[in-house]
């Protein structure tokens, strides 16, 4: 028994870490958020194919999970039903589900933000795409930037513009205003039409008007005023931010502000890698209220994370939600150090 006393104060106590639970790698969520993009994007593109979701202009009805979408007004006006049966057909065929849908949304933006716009928003994707364009043209995510953006990268490589993307960034956000023309015209009209009538290039005047002035108008948004669009024209963006915005408990990107002298050392030249690559152009360890079109798609989480991803006490930014939304919140109120 003395012996194996003595042994122990010999040798050195074996410590066993604790596994940190709950924090993914980095970028991880960029890439599940990719998935969730691009399966939205190819949805947005095959709906109408497929008569999951679309109203057909010439037979005066909506489709919707393949099968026809009538409001039954059309016995109202054979006279077989009279107006009370009438009002019900609308009321149950097309307010209850309008107020269904949108409830639900506006409860998943009061829950937790505008996770549409940041996950699925098939325009948004555009909106990154070209981002990520024009940085490589010419260092900044729009031509209204003042200034290039640091060309530092999260992982500690460095972004070299090249002035021949510019060659690649208006012929993108023209395919991108073209596609995106078709699809809305396949919204409206037959899809097996539209589409003939392109390879059969015999589009009806219409039609070619149509495609012509939505492609105009689109590759001018996609080129000059994406950002705005997102940020001030959007009613679904907008009604999402409001809606979150009334919940001082919703998720938001959550500051650890009493280690806020780590970010002075988050990139070379005193830069922030989350203030770099938030594609709203704001500031994320700022307070929600000036966060308002935030559309949680944890870029600048995931940038946090790389950058501070030698630091043992993990990234200074992530999710948080409930009681730990409202005192993030309180921290900035309270007028603490930034």
Known sequence: MTDMASRARREPARVIP??????????????????????????????????????????????????EWRLGLDDFLAGRIGALEAGANVLLRLFLPIFAAAGGFLYVAWRWGRLYCGWLCPHFSVVE????????????????????????????????????????????????????????????LPPAEVYGNLVRAALTRNQTIFIVAATAVLSMEFLFARHLFCRYACAVGLFQSLTWMSNPKAMVVGFMRARASDCSACLPERQSACDAVCPMRLTPRNIKRHMFTCTQCAQCIDACGETQADNPDGPLLQWVSDEAARQNEAGFRAGRER
Do not use: C
């Open 18 to 67: 604790i596994a940190v639970e709950g924090r993914p790698p980095a970028r991880s969520w960029q890439h599940r958020r990719l998935l969730f993009q691009s399966g939205f994007f190819v949805l947005f593109v095959v709906a109408p194919i497929f008569d999951l979701f679309r109203y057909d202009l010439n037979a005066g009805h909506a489709w919707f999970l393949g099968f």
């Open 129 to 188: 795409t070209i981002n990520t364009l024009m940085l490589r043209a010419s260092g900044k995510p729009s031509i209204w930037e003042k200034a290039p953006i640091t060309p530092w990268l999260p992982d500690g490589s460095q972004r070299k513009p090249d002035i021949r993307w510019w060659g690649v960034v208006v012929p993108a956000a023209i395919a991108f205003a073209f596609t995106w023309a078709m699809v809305f015209l396949t919204y409206l």
